[in-house]
């Protein structure tokens, strides 16, 4: 995400929370990811705070548990992308064997 879609949408997300919690104030919880730049914005329903350097994985370990689960599911198509390769692969040389008459 580039900082300025961040600086745009929270910019949007400041004026519909005002809109919907009648200008009360919020709490937003960053981690320190490059674009979360707040430049100079103005923000007048939203207070931005950022979590501590390192230590997103230990205050959010849901993070974790999803990323973990993906990287799962991820290597498990990823093998079995390569195994029908392979597949395919041995089943073409094989053809070109007999056609080529070994």
């Known amino acids: 995400m580039l900082a300025t879609f961040f600086q745009e949408w929270l910019q949007k997300f400041d004026q519909e929370v005002g809109m919907k919690h009648n200008k009360q104030r919020v709490l ?3 981690d320190n990811c ?3 730049k707040l430049g ?4 007048e329903n939203v ?3 950022f979590l501590p350097p390192n230590t997103t994985s230990k ?3 849901m993070d974790a548990g999803i990323i973990m ?4 599911h ?7 992308y390569v195994k029908l390769f392979l597949f395919y692969f041995m089943n073409l040389i094989f053809c070109f064997f007999i056609l080529d008459g070994y």
Do not use: G
Request: charged share 20%.
């Open 28 to 30: 937003l919880l960053l």
């Open 34 to 36: 490059t674009s979360h």
């Open 40 to 43: 100079n914005l103005v923000l």
């Open 47 to 49: 207070e931005v705070h």
């Open 59 to 61: 205050l959010q370990p």
């Open 69 to 72: 689960s993906f990287k799962k």
């Open 74 to 80: 991820y290597r498990h198509y990823h093998i079995r």
